[in-house]
Structure formats: C-alpha cells, structure tokens
C-alpha cells in the first residue's frame, strides 16, 4: 500500500489545520513557551510515553522477512510475515499494527495529562529494492501526527516529540539547521509547540506541560550519537553537540531559579541496552556529568531507539559522574555508589512499537502535588505490550499488561531513594532479578 492513499484517507486534514511557517511566532525559550489551559485543566497524575513506531506501508503479510516483509520469496516456506509484523526481524511496523496500538490507546489509555513521543517514526531504509525517499520519510511524519492527532485532544493534551535517526533525510546524520527540522515545524504546528529559532537552528526545544511546576526539555540526541558522521566532538567549541550542552544547560539554570522540574525527552540513551556507550567519548562524558550536576532539577529523563527495557541511575563517581543499568553485574548494584545521596537522577528507557521485541507502550504515575515529593517525581508505570505470535495466529492484536514497577521492585517512588532500593532487590533476589531480564525485552 502506497502512503499516498492512507493520506487520502486518514491525514488530508493536517494541511488545513496546520499552520504556516510564517505564522509560528518565535519567544524566548525561557520567558514564554505556556500552554495557558493547563492551568486550568484538572491533573491525572498520569502521562503515556510512545517510541520507535517505524511506519511501514509497505509491508506485506506472507511475504519473506529476509526481504524486509516487501516481497515474496519463491520458496512459500520462507514467506511467514504476519498480519501484525515479524517479530525479532528486520522488518518494520504495518499499518495494521500501528492502527491496533492507536486503537488501543485511543480505547484504554485516553485518561492521561500528556504525551511524550521519542521519535523514529520512518521506516528504516534497509531495502535496496525499495529505497526511502524525502517524500517518504515527510508521508510517514504527516500519517503518524495524524494519528496521535485524532487519537488525543491535542493541544489541551499536550504533545511532545522529538528528533530520532531514522526522522530525518539522512539516517543517523543530522547537522546544524538540518532541513528536517523546517519540514517538521509544518507537520507539527497543530501540536502548538514552542519551536523558536533554537529548533530551526538545533532541533531542540523547551515546552511547558503544567506551567510553573513542569517543563519537557525535547533533545536533539543526533548531536551526540556516535553514527553521527555529520557531528563533532562536544569538547570543541562551536560544534553542534557543545551548542546544545550550552542550551540544556541555560535551560535547567532557568528552571533551577524558579523551582521548575524538568523532564528531558530524547531519541538515543547515552547507553545501549550491554551498558556501551552510544554516544561520542567527550559528549558521553559532559552529559552525564550534566545529568549528575542538575539531578534536583531533572525528575525523569525517557529515551528509547533501542527497543528494550532499561533503568538506568546516574552516580556520583568521586568528582564526576557515571551511570549504571538494571541489568549491571550484581556487585556494582549494591556498591557504596548506590547509596541514596550518591544518586543524582535516573533514566528511563521505554521499549518500541516496532516488533523487534514485542511490541509495547507505557503509562507512567508522577508527583502532582508536591508536598511529600517534588513535583513530576515518577510514582510507577504500566507496561503494556502485546504478544505479536498471538496475535497474528488469531488475527487480532491486543494489549495488556506485563508489569507494574511498583509491584515488581516493592517501592512507591523511582527517585533517587526508590531506584537504590530497586537495584538493592535486582542484586539480591534472584526472582526479581529474572523477571526484569525477561522485561528487558518484553517477553519476547
């Protein structure tokens, strides 16, 4: 199926209701980026985190993996796609999955505050029979707003994106005032994003979600990763990744001034899932540094582009800062760097849409009051994921529970108190232990 006809179909609206470029107004990132009905809008206490939906309308059912589900092999044996995707291949997300997983959101987790997307929505461009094209990657952007468009009340439910490196015209390669980042301006406009000059210039943006108690800090994660052929180190001035640390930094002073916490949203975590680092040596290096120097400042950080489950906890490590994983040798979870004071902030990384592993979709709890925790602590979240093998043996695909972390791990908070007691049981309980491991790559 060609994406000009699903556009016909379910997309054609966005022109009309998006905004020309001209009309977005360009403020200053720190003194004006509100979305006023907030302000009046009762909390939930409660915000969905979606990644890695890889929309692909070209796939096919009964077509051979190894040709990327586009095409059938002559041998029928080889041609198992399914209708919902092929799970553990390289092949990406159909249509029919990505309506399942709206369908489901739209029916079962409607009752949110805000949304975080962090990124890669492009089907990846590993068919040399079928390559991508600008046209292609901009359908797929427009086809997936929609999507979130129709399933949530946006913008009185605030929307926040961000840039992963399959989003943009060259995979992995993003550079300073990329042109990606005018054509997302168009896309997103009915999203009422607070996209000023430092997105057309950097890709990345500051956007209140409860003003005065809750701001997203939305990463250009591209300028630190190390497949980034286009990005330089961040120990030299000027450079695209050395801008951005410049940026996150003035932004997390502002909101340290005025007592504002700070969720950063990003596309690639700074580790992959066997704790190697992803990014370039010296930005890995200044940005958890930052996280470490501004853990009072930032209540979550969610990423995802590696499709698993991770937790993660930045550690004061002598005069500078590191991080260490969930699944870290048992030794090093219960090390005197796990000690409460000595965690700074925690990341959490949420697995994909796309079936690399099963596919999922997560709903966080978070502090709304403020008294016995700072405001947009993290309280618990719900996995969510569906088992694609089932679903495509019964021809219908449903979601449901894998976990409550809360109930997993035994703690009301995931601050820096509740995720040393978390990696405490990950190092002692075997059961525990185990069940995460099997969480990591949702149960596939």
Known sequence: MRFSFILASIAICLTVDALPLGSIRRENIIEKNTLGPRQTVELKGKFLHVTDIHLDAYYLAKTDPSNLCHRKSSKDSKNVSGKFGALGT??????????ASFDFMKQSLSDVDFVIYTGDTARHDRDDS??????????????????????????????IPTIGNND?????????EDPIFKSLKTIWAPFNLNLTDDFSEGGYFVQDIIPG???????????????????KNCNTAGTSGALQITWMKKVLDAARTKKTSVYVVGHVPPNDDDASELYKSSCHELYIDLLGSYGDVIAGHFTGHTNSDMLTAIV???????SLSAVDDSSELTSSSMVDPNVATVLFNAPSIIPVNNPAIRVYNYETQGTENPFGTILDWIQYYADLEEANDSGELEYKIEYQASELFGIETFDAAGVSKAFTKLATDKTIRKKYISYVSVSS
């Open 168 to 176: 943009g015209f060259n995979h992995n390669d993003v550079v300073i």
């Open 213 to 231: 108690k809750l701001q997203a800090m939305s990463i250009n994660t591209m300028y630190f990763f190390s497949k980034n052929s286009e990005a």
């Open 90 to 99: 390289g092949c990406d997300s159909p249509t029919s999955l990505v309506q």
């Open 130 to 159: 079928l390559k991508i094209t600008d046209k292609d990657i901009l359908e797929e952007h427009t086809v997936v707003t929609q999507y979130f468009k129709d399933t949530y009340n946006i913008p009185a439910i605030p929307f």
């Open 316 to 322: 004061k490590d002598g005069s500078s800062y590191s």
